[in-house]
């Protein structure tokens, strides 16, 4: 059984800082690209970012684009996303996704799991 475990949200002040982490279980790791997205209250989920299989490619939303940055650790079967400078329309809850086919990080209709979401709360 495939699952993917967001950790590390919370409440953080405009300006501060938080770490995503997003443990996955039951695939083979290293052979999935890998997304993050977001949801707030009343708004479509949309792409945060995307990091390919091996690392060596990622992919940002313009909106976080230089404020965020995707990593990920195969040996550990993890995806982080570490988030800088936050703002408060970067309060959501987070998913974390796994394509094992993406032509894009940035189609959720291309991944196959996802995550239960972890809440981001950023007060101004």
């Known amino acids: 059984q495939v699952q993917l475990v967001e950790s590390g949200g919370g409440l953080a002040q405009a300006g501060g800082s938080l770490r995503l982490s997003c443990a996955a279980s039951?695939?083979?790791?290293?052979?999935?690209?890998m997304g993050w997205f977001r949801q707030a209250p009343g708004k479509e989920r949309e792409f945060v970012g995307g990091i390919s299989w091996s690392g060596g490619g990622t992919d940002y939303a313009d909106s976080v684009k230089g404020r965020f940055t995707i990593s990920r650790d195969n040996a550990k079967n993890t995806v982080y996303l570490q988030m800088n400078s936050l703002k408060p329309e970067d309060t959501a809850v987070y998913y974390c996704?796994?394509?094992?086919?993406?032509?894009?990080?940035?189609?959720?209709?291309?991944?196959?799991?996802w995550g239960q979401g972890t809440q981001v709360t950023i007060s101004s």
């Open positions: 996704a796994a394509g094992s086919r993406l032509t894009s990080f940035r189609q959720d209709g291309e991944y196959d799991y």
């Open positions: 039951g695939l083979t790791f290293r052979r999935y690209g």
